[in-house]
Structure formats: structure tokens, C-alpha cells
């Protein structure tokens, strides 16, 4: 049995959801639910980093605990699982979770034990933001963080350091051998540029003052945190039970394949100090890491400070999960940054779902009703004219695995749509209302059934996609023999505004 685990980055809890936390969570359920559709046994583990920084200096700023705090925020990021059809299998919180502290602390005690860690003074430009260090030549020309546009803070202390530098030629022989393998390719390239451009050992502990104590303590060491990243992408394997449960550990980590989802801008953390620090701890390296681009709003990169943050509950509330999870499978591009508005998700649902999919399944659904009563015909006719319908069916399945093996979210949907366009193309060339009025009983069963059958096609390959329209394509389309349900539309038309 093939173990699939599937993950998405666990996002910082001071900002509220937006529609690029949106489009990680589709993309890795939409893996997720294929995987389980062709038999695999899947863990889709997602969660939220609640022991940053950035939390602390919330919870002040709201004048509340950290852990309230994070608990507030946190449940805003559980809630999408309801509200976007996520097909989640666990949901790690780092503060709260009894099975997280155990694995962070067993990591560093696995990395010391290798002798990669040890205590340095040092000096560097922070970016609470990032909670990260800053080069200057890695910073905008007038001294600012290009992902916050903010100015780093000078920060003095000693602290634990990992030895990155030891595992450069590792890592290079990781991605190169694809044993690591980095999709897509341009992101391989930047990775190896990097990797080969010279690591420097990173700090690894902050101090328990600046830290505010929030956070977990380095082990033997009560003066000192354990840095958020180090902790925060623990989460991979304390989830599955490292420093818990060593058997489903193995089971699932060591044992199955392994894939991140993540996005453009925490690269470094994923495909550099994660393998290194799993290395070090003895431990097997993700298999795959897809790294995705952003959805900008009005043209512009999403910002707390830029109050354009669309919330994607709120999009699903009113205009459906479908149509949202539809948007952003569909019209995200690959590379480059694609921007979301209200027009584009609606055109983009009306077009594919209402008059493409939704029409067809309605149309069948109707004839069935008009012609036959609601039964479902069968026939033995062979409907020569039907040739490239079947054909569109038959290479469907294998297009939405390659694109799906590539990343490829928007070919892998086409395949989909490619259906709803050949049954439409179809109905229009054999004009059953024709069949009908002239009686040809015969060839009108035969064009019925073959419409039926393609019903249940599209709700097949649909359900990794669009679960709840999936479902509701299979109801109109019986599954059985007996009659149909009074058809209903299974999308409805959108208006934006
Ligand atoms: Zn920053």
C-alpha cells in the first residue's frame, strides 16, 4: 500500500486567512483527494505555527495572552477546512498540541548529538516578519525587507547555531540526483544557485527575553528558544509521531512518500534548512516540495498593512466553495503571480461550471425526464458519432494523473472541462429533440445512455477537484438504474458585485 503524506506550510496566526492561503490549501486537497481516489492510504496534514515572534508582539498589541491569542487566530485558519471542502487528516497547532514539543526537542537533541549545534555571539538585521536574518545585499536599496517592506532591526545576542555549511554538498547531491526533487523546474535552478552560492551555519535559538518566553526552551539550555523555523517545521514529522509514536512514524514518514506544498516565498526554509536539519537528526528527507506562485488582489502582493487581504471564507460564503476552489484551480498560473477579483472568479464559474458542466448534466438530466420518465435507458446501439466523446472520456483519467504528477492544476481541470465540451458538442450534433420527435426510439436511447454515462464520468474525475459538485453530479446522474431525482441545477449562475 502506497502511504502519501501531503502538506502545506503551516501559516503564522497574527493575520487573518486570505485567498493565498487559500490557493496552498486547494492545491494540496485536491492532491490529497486524488491520491485517496486511486486507492492510496494519505495523511493531508496542514496546522498553524503559533510559537512565532510575531504572535508575542500580537497578543501585546491586542492586550491579551499569547495563547488566547493564538487560539483566536488558529481557529480562523481550522475553519477553512468547512468552509473551502478540505479534506484535512490532521491539523497540528505547534503551541498547543501534546504531540508537538516532544518531536522539537528530540530533533535538537538528535542534531547536538551529531554535533551541529553550538552557541555563538552574534550580531545581524532581523525581520520580525520573516523571522529570519538579513544579509544587507539581501535587502531592498534603501534597507528593506522586499517581503514586508519594512526595516529589519539590528539584533545582538548569543545564540545556538546549526551547521549548515557541513551539509552544502549533500544537499546539492539531494536536489541534482532528483532524489529531492524541486518542482517546478525554475525553482530546482534557483535552489541549486543558492545551494551553490556557500551556506552559512544560521542561529538557531533566540533568547528566552527577546522570545518572551513563548516558545520551546532549548533543551539543557532554559536561557534559549528554539528558533520558530527550526520548531515550526518540525511540525512534518511531530504530527506523524516523531518523538511520540515511533511506529506510525516510520509508517508514514520514513516509510512513505512525502510531499510539501509551499509557497514562493519560504523556499530556503524547505528545500536548504529542512533536509539539512533532518540529515543531521538521521532522518529521510521530503521526497518532493512543489512550491507555488501568489494571488495578488487588484495587482498588488497581499498585505495586512495593504488591507487587501480577501478572506476567503467570506468568498466561499457567498459565491460557493466551488466557484472559489474552481478560480483557483483553474486561472492560477504556474509561474507568475495571478491576480484575483470578485469578475474574474465569476466569469471563470459561469463559463466552466454553469454553462459548460451544469448545462450538460442538467441538459441529460432533462431529456431523461422528458423522454423517458427519469429512467435511465440501455442500449446496445453503437453510436458511431459518439467516437470522439468516448475518446475525450477515455484519456481523461491519464491526463488529470500527468498533470496532477507535474503540478499542473489548470491542464489537470481542462481535462475535465474537455468532457463537458465534447458532451455539449455532442447533444448539439445529435439533436435528441430530432430522435425524438421522429420517433427513433432506438438511436434516442443509445444517445441518452451515452449522455448519462458521461455524467457520471465528470463526477468521477471531478470529485478531487470539486468534491460537493462531484456528488451532486452523481445524484442527478443516478448511480443505479432507477429512476433520476427532478433535475435541479448543479451550479448556479453567479453575479459579481
Ligand atoms: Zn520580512
Not at 44 to 52: K, L, V
Not at 76 to 81: D, I, K, Q, T, V
Not at 113 to 128: E, H, I
Not at 155 to 180: C, H, K, M, P, T
Request: charge should be negative.
Amino acid at each position: 500500500m502506497t502511504r502519501y503524506t501531503v502538506t502545506t506550510a503551516i501559516p503564522y496566526v497574527n493575520g487573518r486567512p486570505h485567498v493565498g492561503h487559500a490557493l496552498e490549501l486547494v492545491q494540496t486537497d485536491v492532491l490529497a483527494r486524488y491520491h485517496r481516489q486511486r486507492g492510496h492510504a494519505v495523511r493531508f496534514q496542514s496546522g498553524t505555527d503559533d510559537n512565532a515572534l510575531k504572535n508575542v508582539q500580537g497578543a501585546e498589541a491586542a492586550g491579551v495572552s499569547v495563547a488566547e491569542f493564538v487560539a483566536r487566530g488558529a481557529s480562523r485558519f481550522a475553519a477553512l477546512g468547512t468552509a473551502l471542502d478540505l479534506s484535512f487528516d490532521d491539523f497540528i497547532r505547534t503551541s498547543s498540541d501534546p504531540r508537538h514539543r516532544p518531536g522539537v526537542e528530540q530533533l535538537w537533541a538528535a542534531c547536538a548529538a551529531r554535533g551541529d549545534l553550538y552557541r555563538k555571539a552574534y550580531s545581524g538585521l532581523y525581520c520580525v516578519g520573516c523571522e529570519r536574518f538579513y544579509d544587507r545585499s539581501e535587502l531592498t536599496a534603501d534597507g528593506l525587507c522586499d517581503e514586508h517592506g519594512t526595516a529589519p532591526e539590528l539584533i545582538e545576542e548569543e545564540n545556538w547555531f546549526f551547521r549548515l555549511g557541513a551539509y552544502q554538498d549533500q544537499l546539492v547531491e539531494l536536489v541534482e540526483s532528483g532524489r529531492l526533487r524541486i518542482e517546478p523546474a525554475s525553482r530546482r535552478r534557483e535552489v541549486l544557485a543558492f545551494l551553490r552560492s556557500g551556506l552559512e551555519d544560521f542561529s538557531a535559538s533566540r533568547s528566552v527575553a527577546r522570545a518572551r518566553g513563548w516558545g520551546v526552551p532549548v533543551p539543557g539550555d532554559p536561557g534559549q528558544v528554539i528558533y520558530v523555523w527550526f520548531d515550526a517545521l518540525a511540525n512534518y514529522i511531530t504530527a506523524p509521531g516523531y518523538g511520540t509514536d515511533p511506529a506510525q512514524f516510520d509508517q508514514w514518514w520514513t516509510g512513505g512518500e512525502r510531499v510539501h506544498v509551499i509557497g514562493k516565498g519560504i523556499i530556503r526554509f524547505h528545500a536548504v534548512y529542512w533536509p539539512a536539519i533532518l540529515l543531521s537528526a538521521g532522518l529521510s528527507t521530503p521526497d518532493t516540495i512543489f512550491v507555488h506562485e501568489y494571488v495578488t488582489v487588484d495587482g498588488a502582493k497581499i498585505s495586512k498593512t495593504a488591507g487587501n487581504a480577501e478572506d476567503p471564507a467570506e468568498i466561499a460564503q457567498r459565491y460557493g466553495s466551488d466557484a472559489l476552489r474552481w478560480w483557483l484551480l483553474s486561472e492560477v498560473a504556474g509561474s507568475g503571480d495571478t491576480d484575483f477579483t470578485h469578475a474574474r472568479l465569476v466569469n471563470r464559474a459561469n463559463e466552466d461550471l454553469a454553462n459548460n458542466l451544469g448545462n450538460l448534466v442538467n441538459r441529460t438530466a432533462s431529456m431523461i425526464h422528458r423522454y423517458r420518465g427519469g429512467v435511465v435507458p440501455t442500449s446496445t446501439v453503437e453510436c458511431l458519432d459518439a467516437l470522439p466523446l468516448r475518446k475525450v472520456r477515455a484519456t481523461a483519467g491519464a491526463t488529470i494523473g500527468d498533470a496532477l504528477e507535474a503540478f499542473d492544476f489548470r491542464r489537470a481541470v481542462e481535462a475535465v472541462t474537455a468532457i463537458g465540451d465534447a458532451g455539449n458538442r455532442y447533444v448539439e450534433a445529435v439533436k435528441p429533440w430530432h430522435l425524438a420527435r421522429n420517433g427513433d426510439d432506438e438511436r434516442l436511447d443509445a444517445v441518452l445512455a451515452e449522455l448519462v454515462a458521461t455524467g457520471r464520468d465528470i463526477a468521477v474525475h471531478l470529485a478531487p477537484f470539486l468534491p460537493a459538485a462531484a456528488e451532486r453530479i452523481a445524484i442527478q446522474c443516478g448511480q443505479s438504474f432507477d429512476p433520476l431525482p427532478e433535475p435541479r441545477p448543479v451550479f448556479p449562475r453567479l453575479q459579481a458585485g
